[in-house]
């Protein structure tokens, strides 16, 4: 396996991988776009910080890309449709900066009220400008957190403890999670009208692109201060420019940048009352060797092991989960390859059934698992754990997860209900013993099969000798029989018989058993 590295980061990501067998490493820094495309095509991982952008271009190039690992938090600097659609999973590092960035943020918010590098460059300049630089003290004064993730969390505390009086917006926590960091949760209007220090800790997504514009800076208080050192773009650095001039804003102290680095004409470059680092956010040594040592070892386990973690565009499963999830993810896959080899005509929606103790469980990955196995044996496309939503979404296959109430003679059991334009077809699986996979249920027939290796589908009449035929004809043909399963729904009428056998079966000898004596239909099926 080959990683490139494009982006300047800590050693240690090197030593990690380059310690790792079967894995060896390039580091390769300011490429141009053109030069990445060309070289892209012979790695299997990407490693990156902010300053490589993996667009849909890069990724569409990446013939043997599998993981694309962002050293840092925002991935927005990688085409996330682009690498899910191609089955690439991309990672980061949460939490690995968080502290280091949150410190910047206050940092900032107390150079800007105190006006440390305007009074620095004066001092440089040989001037002495007391009346100047004139700050105003934080103590006391209402600090208002757009976003109370990992990083705005963290300011929070800080802020707290420099005796502020915290309020935040951030619709997707709770009110419980907010007493608990001690701040309170507003509107975004609320906040903007009772703010004297705004900090922004979004990321940067459709939603939150512009979110402070001219529009916002009308409902702030008289005076407010802005830090941003999440994303550039989340304010709009024109209206902002604009506020400042108008006075409602009396300073900003902004790390990141719409366009980095930012041109000779931005307007921030020219205002005083802006205070300015390149994007220094996450730049401090225990960070950097954080977030280096934290990706190189998510790539090598997940090249090697095939353990995903921290992963943004597929459910990362925690090693714990792992161990009860592992068995259920593993029926959930052959379930939906059996599916899949037995289906026929176009698949209209794909129903995920739980019953018993799995629905104590997130089953997202055991559904996402069902899908893949399904899509993988239907489709051409490639299908993999990290696509396999995207490409039944992107055929319009409707996808339903039910967690069932429904008493079921096994402790668990997933069903896969596929519906088609003429049929519905059902397969019903089940964790026996020490988790050993079954397949219970094939449509209306109950039965007990392993689903296992090479196995023949037979629904035929349930009549005498039909078992007694297929044995014949198998043996005469060298196929081994290892195991058969039967099921029937009443005497006389229909049954079906699930057989294991050694060696693949040819096209021919399908055929011979489809002539033979009450049989209706014959599949093969490999697991
Ligand atoms: P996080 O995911 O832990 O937190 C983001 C928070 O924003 C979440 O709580 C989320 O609910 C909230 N949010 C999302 N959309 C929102 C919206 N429309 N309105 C209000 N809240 C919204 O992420 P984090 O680790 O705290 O990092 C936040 C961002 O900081 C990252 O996405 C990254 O862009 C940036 N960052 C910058 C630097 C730097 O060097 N300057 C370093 C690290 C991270
Ligand atoms: C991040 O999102 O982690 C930051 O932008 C840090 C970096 O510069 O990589």
Redesign the pocket.
């Known amino acids: 396996m080959k990683i490139l590295i494009s982006d300047s980061m800590s050693n240690k990501a090197v030593e990690i991988l380059k310690a790792t067998p079967g894995i060896t490493v390039d580091v390769i820094t300011n490429l141009k776009p053109e030069e990445l495309k060309a070289k892209i095509k012979d790695y299997h991982g990407l490693v990156v910080r902010s300053a490589t952008k993996a667009t849909a271009e890069i990724i569409e190039a990446a013939e043997n890309l599998k993981v694309i690992g962002r050293a840092?938090?925002?991935v927005?600097n990688v085409d996330m449709n682009a690498a899910t659609k191609k089955g690439i999973v991309v990672m980061n590092t949460?939490?690995g900066?968080?502290v280091t960035?949150a410190e910047?943020a206050v940092a900032m918010m107390m150079a800007l009220s105190r006006k440390i590098p305007q009074a620095t460059a004066s001092m440089k300049r040989g001037e002495w400008e007391k009346k100047k630089f004139e700050g105003t003290e934080v103590t006391g004064k209402t600090l208002g957190i757009?976003?109370?993730?990992?990083?705005?969390s963290v300011v929070a505390s800080r802020a707290l403890g420099l005796r502020m009086n915290v309020i935040a917006?951030?619709?997707?926590?709770s009110t419980e999670a907010a007493d608990k960091i001690g701040i309170s949760l507003v509107t975004?209007d609320e906040l903007f009208k009772k703010s004297d220090f705004i900090s922004i800790?979004?990321?940067?997504?459709n939603?939150?692109k512009n979110?402070v514009n001219a529009e916002a800076f009308q409902k702030m208080k008289k005076g407010v201060k802005i830090i941003n050192?999440?994303?550039g773009g989340i304010v709009s650095e024109k209206d902002l420019a604009e506020a400042i001039k108008a006075k409602i804003v009396s300073g900003a102290a902004f790390?990141?940048f719409e366009k980095e680095p930012p041109a000779a004409d931005n307007p921030l470059l020219q205002l005083d009352e802006v205070i300015l680092t390149p994007?220094?956010?996450?730049?401090t040594f225990e960070a950097q060797e954080n977030v280096a040592i934290a990706i190189a070892e998510q790539i090598a386990d997940y090249l090697t092991t095939g353990t995903i973690r921290n992963a943004v565009n597929v459910p990362s499963i925690p090693a714990e989960l792992l161990v009860s999830l592992g068995a259920y993810i593993s029926l959930g896959e052959k379930l939906g390859s059996f599916q899949g080899q037995i289906l026929q005509g176009g698949i209209e929606e794909i129903t995920v059934e739980y019953s018993g103790e799995v629905v104590s469980y997130d089953v997202a990955p055991i559904t996402i698992a069902c899908i893949k196995g399904l899509l993988d044996k239907v489709l051409d496309t490639y299908v993999n754990f990290v696509n396999a939503p995207f490409v039944a979404k992107e055929r319009g296959i409707k996808v339903v997860e039910v967690k069932s109430s429904r008493p079921t003679d096994f402790a668990s059991s997933i069903t896969i209900k596929v519906r088609t334009k003429d049929a519905e077809n059902i397969v019903e699986g089940a964790l026996f013993g020490k988790k050993e996979p079954r397949i219970v249920r094939i449509d209306k027939f109950f039965l007990d099969a392993v689903p296992e290796g090479y196995l023949l589908l037979l629904q035929n009449e349930d009549k005498p000798g039909v078992i007694g035929n297929v044995g014949t004809l198998l043996a005469a043909n060298n196929v081994n029989i290892a195991r058969l399963h039967l099921g029937r729904q009443s005497t006389g009428g229909e049954a079906v018989s699930v057989w294991s056998v050694d060696t693949p079966l040819s096209k021919g000898l399908i055929e011979k058993v489809l002539k033979l004596p009450h049989m209706i239909s014959a599949h093969v099926i490999e697991l």
């Open positions: 840092g938090t925002g927005d949460p939490g900066n968080t960035t910047h757009l976003g109370v993730g990992n990083i705005g917006y951030d619709p997707f926590i975004m800790h979004v990321p940067l997504t939603e939150t979110l050192c999440a994303r790390d990141v994007h220094l956010g996450a730049s």
